[in-house]
């Protein structure tokens, strides 16, 4: 009896966390059916573009293109370069050669601070050199491959003034669907769902006030932290000033990348996410938790029936799991299409054979194994991310004791980076 009472009391928890998981998945793909909104190009204000690069991204040349050829009418892109001898300068030169330097500029890292990260360190230097005529901060990642109107949609719901800052996201379309790859887009999706929900900004695509940094003293804030999109958070709510996800600027990441490095991102933005959006973590923890405990567990009370003929308890005990991963697999796949839907509305592609499609036939086969390693590598990163206190990003080791207590340790010299290596990933 007590161990069909244990039974029933995981599959009720598991049909709980079905069901919330369910509102957030309508949640957010009501999100992502919204129509796009484009600010008139007399609405837009000034805006400057920062990008900071360190080692030579694979998609670097078509980043840059790209932000060239915005439809704003009036911006400019402000490009910090780790070294004069990092291998993505001579990249960034053939973009001034090729689209001049009146709107694209450059300049290597001249201060390397000990106490922030060392895209932060770029990014105050590029913030000393914005034109005071500028009202928009825009930040981008090197591997952001933007439409022509990404810049006037991100910057659009500025026009409200109670708004100070705005973002979309990412979403991983990999060319070749390795576990890796599957397993960093299946753990990216209730990570889309938070982020968007409790307002947790993406550098990789986000719009500033210029106002904001001077009332929120998000420079100063940068020069003690590990992260950019964190203290700006930080500085909107200490203003009470909105934070504004836009929809329609789902952006395409289609790197590939193998086990180890996909728990090495997914530790590193749970790093990010116990730094700076810390009221939310002990929640986070818990819930994954549950959840993953429940689902091993109603394995485990199926296996004890099945050995001493308890019927209803193996009955009732792989009902659940059905339920749970079917539910999970239904999930995954609707954020996938919602996404992919997103993406295609700004003239990308998407993988549509089963040999390049994560989420396809191939992916729906092998989808149980990948939710579960994607949980299972999310708790131990979890649990990495609220005790330890160095991490490695991009060659360079860091000390984090707290939101602005950071410590450059070491860095080795950045090489031509690897398909999977971007230097700006963030929360």
Not at 227 to 254: C, E, H, T, W, Y
Not at 310 to 322: D, E, G, M, Q, R
Not at 401 to 422: C, N, Y
Request: charged letters at 15%.
């Amino acid at each position: 009896m007590t161990l069909l009472l244990l039974t029933q009391g995981l599959s009720v928890t598991l049909a709980v966390i079905a069901l919330v998981n369910t509102g957030w998945v309508w949640y957010l793909t009501s999100l992502l059916r919204q129509p796009r909104r484009i600010g008139p190009p007399e609405s837009c204000e000034k805006a400057a573009i920062l990008l900071c690069l360190r080692g030579a991204d694979p998609m670097l040349s078509s980043c840059l293109k790209r932000l060239m050829s915005q439809d704003h009418p009036d911006f400019e892109v402000l490009v910090a370069i780790d070294s004069p001898s990092d291998p993505a300068w001579p990249i960034v030169q053939d973009a001034i050669e090729k689209f001049g330097n009146q709107r694209l500029h450059a300049w290597s890292l001249s201060q390397r601070r000990k106490t922030c990260g060392l895209k932060n360190s770029s990014l105050v230097e590029l913030y000393d050199r914005v034109d005071p005529s500028v009202g928009v901060i825009v930040l981008a990642d090197a591997d952001l491959q933007s439409h022509a109107t990404w810049l006037r949609e991100l910057v659009a719901p500025l026009a409200d003034p109670s708004v100070g800052v705005t973002f979309g996201n990412r979403w991983f379309l990999p060319s070749e669907p390795t576990f890796g790859s599957m397993i960093r887009q299946v753990w990216n999706a209730p990570g889309l769902i938070v982020m968007s929900a409790f307002k947790i900004p993406w550098a990789g695509s986000m719009a500033i006030r210029r106002s904001l940094f001077d009332s929120g003293e998000i420079r100063d804030k940068w020069c003690h932290s590990i992260v950019d999109d964190g203290p700006v958070r930080v500085a909107a709510k200490a203003q009470n000033r909105k934070m504004q996800f836009v929809p329609s600027l789902i952006m395409a990441n289609r790197e590939v990348c193998d086990i180890p490095f996909a728990f090495n991102f997914i530790r590193r933005q749970l790093t990010w996410t116990r730094t700076y959006v810390n009221g939310l973590w002990p929640l986070m923890m818990t819930y994954h938790f549950v959840a993953l405990v429940a689902n091993v567990a109603v394995f485990v009370t199926a296996l004890i029936g099945w050995q001493v003929d308890n019927t209803s308890v193996v009955v009732i005990s792989l009902l659940a799991a059905a339920i749970s991963v079917t539910m999970a697999n239904i999930h995954a796949a609707l954020i996938d299409t919602a996404a992919r839907k997103v993406i295609r509305s700004q003239g990308e592609s998407t993988p549509q054979n089963e040999s390049q499609d994560t989420l396809g036939m191939r992916g729906l086969i092998v989808l149980p194994t990948i939710v579960g390693l994607a949980n299972l590598l999310g708790l131990i990163a979890s649990f990495y991310a609220t005790f330890a206190r160095q991490i490695v990003w991009r060659g360079v080791t860091y000390e984090i004791r707290g939101p602005w207590q950071v410590r450059l340790l070491s860095e080795t010299s950045p090489q031509s980076a690897k398909p999977t290596e971007t230097c700006n990933e963030s929360l």
